[in-house]
């Protein structure tokens, strides 16, 4: 009886040293990839607005479509207008007038990918120009 119980006990504690094993190594490899997936997404992030400010003054008052790489991202942003309307500004107190303004509103859509992460993002740019 002694030596079935003795059995018993072994296997219970085989079962809970398996078991914290299995759980541990499922923890760190879920730690692992959550963290690599952190690095992944603030690399992203950090392109995103690195692009955002290199092409946000040209994109949509030279070229309407831009294609290129930064940080590892392979880019494209497509700049599309919203709507465009004229405005006259007329300077209080004495100012001199600064004439009439087309003012465009445009959509710039940016589109990212590196490997299998693909994301796309989406702002508006106002841009006024003056006319003669």
Sequence with gaps: MRKAMMTVEVLVALFIVVLTI??????????????????????????VLSIKDKISH????NSKYLIGE???FEYEARCTMLSQNRNYILLEEGGQNTGPFLVELYNVSLKLNRNTLEKEYNYTVTVAKKVD
């Excluded at 299995?22 to 392109?47: A, C, E, G, I, P």
């Excluded at 040209?58 to 008052?61: E, G, L, R, S």
């Design 70 to 72: 930064l940080n590892g």
């Design 22 to 47: 299995s759980m541990s190594t499922t923890t760190l490899v879920f730690l692992n990839k959550t963290r690599s997936q952190q690095k992944d997404y603030t690399s992203l992030y950090v392109s």
């Design 58 to 61: 040209t994109i949509c008052k």
